[in-house]
């Protein structure tokens, strides 16, 4: 059935209990790939727990897009065959501990009617507490319904994207993809079989399982570490992107950055195919 529009902007969930622990951010963080070089002290901070000197487990700011999975303001009647990640925008108003007991408010922030060919497009906020209830990460999702535009709501209304700059890049990243990445990062949560099955991914339109959107994300977000931030997951305040194509597991994406002050823009392509995957990136440094 359509989208039931405006009633789908009721939609909210308050206060959902969510739970992780050094598992749960050493597993995100080998789903993003660190660690594929296990000389690479900078990345084992963020996969390793036992050093022969004490070091603090690190934790992947993007970690905070799986760390509540699962927190959603209701049920929206979608063709889940035809749904996939659009944009990610992520507030971090505090560093995400290494183990926590948190809580999640989920609102629907607006449904988009991009046409019965283009698809809906819908934002979802959510908000991660910590015990005392202070506000660790406002996690912005937006997802692109594929089969469900023609619903009757407005076209217009998204915030524009940032824009990169026109100059040469300062900085390019290659990061190689693991033929099995899709399978180590749906461990941290998404289940879609679009990114583990062969015959759902044809059925969904594409020739092979792709890589999780929010893996892309997580990449990105590790070009910007090794890059900029130094290894500190404490320097970022904000990172966002649109993801534009998908990823196929095995290929190399490269990541272009570009720095004003404490503002990093960037998009990523995947060189062989001649293709921006990840575009319009921002990262907010403190």
């Keep these: 059935m359509p989208i039931d529009y405006p009633a789908v902007l009721n939609l909210k969930t308050n206060r959902s209990p969510f739970s992780w622990s050094d598992r749960d951010v050493i597993l995100y963080a080998l789903g993003i790939g660190m660690g594929s070089d296990p000389l690479n ?3 084992l901070q963020f996969v390793n727990e036992a050093f022969a000197t004490p070091k603090a487990l690190k934790v992947v700011p993007t970690f905070a897009s799986v760390c509540t999975w ?16 659009g944009e990610r925008d992520i507030t971090f108003h505090k560093p995400i501990p290494v183990a926590a007991t948190v ?15 283009k698809g809906a497009i819908i934002q979802n906020e959510v908000i991660v507490r910590d015990s005392d209830g202070d506000r660790i990460a ?5 997802t692109v319904a594929r089969g469900d535009g023609g619903f009757g709501g407005p076209s217009e209304g998204m915030p524009p994207p940032h824009q990169v700059p026109r100059r040469a890049p300062e900085r390019s990243i290659d990061i190689p993809i693991r ?9 941290s949560g998404d289940r879609n079989p679009l990114h583990s099955d062969p015959e759902f991914a044809r059925l969904a339109g594409f020739p092979r399982p792709i890589l999780h959107g929010m893996c892309t994300y997580g990449l990105t977000c590790r070009a910007v570490l090794q890059t900029y931030a130094d290894y500190d997951p404490s320097a970022f305040y904000r990172h966002r992107v649109r993801f ?3 990823v196929f597991p095995g290929e190399i994406i490269t ?31 403190r």
């Design 41 to 43: 002290e900078n990345e």
């Design 70 to 85: 699962g927190a959603r303001p209701g049920v929206i009647d979608l063709n889940r065959i035809m749904v996939v990640d």
């Design 138 to 142: 406002t996690v912005l999702s937006t």
């Design 179 to 187: 033929p099995d990445q899709a399978l180590i990062y749906r461990l």
């Design 255 to 285: 990541v272009n950055l570009w720095r004003d002050g404490n503002s990093i823009s960037f998009e990523a392509r995947v060189e062989e195919r001649r293709v921006t995957v990840a575009s319009n990136g921002h990262t907010v440094l």
């Design 244 to 246: 534009s194509a998908p």
């Design 103 to 117: 809580t999640a408010d989920a609102r629907v922030r607006g449904v988009y009617d991009k046409g019965k060919e």
